[in-house]
């Protein structure tokens, strides 16, 4: 157990109206008794009863420092389960930082970076994967990554893994109490019983693993590659949907010759969106080195949007791109409606299953149609984010197909009618594996990688 006391800031170093500096650890009301001064000069932070709150003054020795408001929270009933003070002053960057230096000063020591959620895990109030939801939270991009790290802060993840993990033991034990008494408990049919459990584990753990992506795309955002040949209304869709003249917009064909990016929020869901060199044949140098990032942007992408100029005719650029993008999540975009058309809707669905928009771009029509169809995208399945429980980093998505290769091999050990105790090892694996994922079986060095990311004072 963590003996000694902690401080930190934990509000943003900037002016604001209010600032908080916080202090956890045993020593934590006594070290701010010792600065604090209420109105009458009479009460004691010491005398005083958990989650209440004091107004009064911060001294340093004779010297007024702020008024502020002081929070006690007595362990076990605190973020850290420490005793936990918080003080509230005025939000300035020198009078936060002179009374982090007072109660330094007076007995405390400078908090690392995430170390009061570090000693949340280590007291046992929260998992790993509730940790790492805290500064998901803190990161969130959109009210859909907010959702899910809300979720998983609550539990969500710990639940699963906990059960699986129980359903795993329990069967460990099954082994290996036939095993030492073979007399009183008969192991023989026990494979049967054995694949129906196990078969249930990879499937809740298949199902967290193929929501990963989703997982990843809803924390970091959805990676958007906008291809189309050059002058196709690449640049002008991205100024469109940033509402800024944030590209280069030309009549020159090719004006666009490297890749340029952007973050949009459309509906709370959070683009990153990637326009590229106009798609052709050319014996420009620069311009090959554009395609090129161009093609090697769409195969790395979540989402590609392929802008048709409605005002040419399909050529062996078009039908390149088309190629590109017929297995992958995509939508069809027929730029230019404010011309004559000489590409039309008809003829494209010809060519492709995807959705299809008519916009123009540089008229901005045809804009909130495209965003409404990536709203239902969203919300009908392809690219959902409902109540279903995501795994959003990649320490926990190994460790999931890791426990999931253990417990194959325990299908396979089964079907090769291998002798129990075979079982017994893979079934193992898995536990310890999943157990690395939420704590329980987790080593110093991972442990301090995972809160090393935290911000201070948190």
Known sequence: MVKDTIAAISTGMTRSGIGKVRVSGSQAIEIVDRIYKSPGGKKHLRDAESHTIHYGYIYDGDVLIDEVLVLIMRAPKSYTTEDMVEIDCHGGVVVMKKILETVIKYGARPAQPGEFTKRAFLNGRIDLTQAEAVIDVINAKNDYALASSVKQLRGSVLEKIRHIRKNIIGSVAFIEAALDDPEHINADS?????????????????????????????????????????????????????????????????????????????????????????????????????????????????????????????????????????????????????????????????????????????????????????????????????????????????????????????????????????????????????????????????????????????
Request: glycine letters at 6%; charged letters at 30%; hydrophobic letters at 40%.
């Open 190 to 458: 026990f494979g049967e019983e054995l694949k129906i459990s196990v078969d249930e584990n990879i499937r809740e753990l298949q199902k967290l693993l193929d929501l990963a992506d989703n997982g990843r795309m809803l924390k970091e955002g959805i990676k958007t590659v906008i291809l189309g040949k050059p002058n196709a209304g690449k640049s002008s869709l991205l100024n469109a949907l940033v509402g800024d003249e944030r590209a280069i917009v030309t009549d020159i064909a090719g004006t666009t010759r490297d890749t340029l990016e952007e973050s949009i929020n459309v509906h709370g869901i959070l683009l990153n969106v990637v326009d590229t060199a106009g798609i052709r044949h050319t014996q420009d140098v620069v311009e090959k080195i554009g395609v090129s990032k161009a093609k090697s942007s769409a195969k790395d992408a979540d989402l590609i949007i392929y802008v048709v100029d409605g005002s040419t005719a399909l050529d062996e650029n078009d039908m390149e791109i088309l190629e590109m993008i017929r297995d992958r999540k995509a939508i069809v975009l027929l730029n230019k409606i404010d011309l004559n058309l000489v590409t039309t809707k008809a003829i494209l669905e010809e060519k492709t299953h995807h959705p299809i928009v008519e916009i123009s771009a540089r008229e901005e029509q045809g804009i909130d149609a495209l965003e409404e169809l990536l709203k239902n995208m969203f919300f009908d399945g392809n690219l959902s984010f409902n109540d279903q429980i995501y795994i959003t980093n990649v320490r926990q998505k190994t460790a999931i197909a890791d426990a999931l290769e253990s417990l194959k091999l325990v299908l396979q050990s089964i079907e090769d009618q291998m002798p129990e105790d075979f079982f017994s090892i893979d079934l193992m694996n898995a536990y310890e594996t999943l157990g690395t994922m939420i704590g329980e079986s987790a080593g110093e060095d991972l442990i301090d990688t995972i809160f090393s990311d935290f911000c201070m004072g948190k």
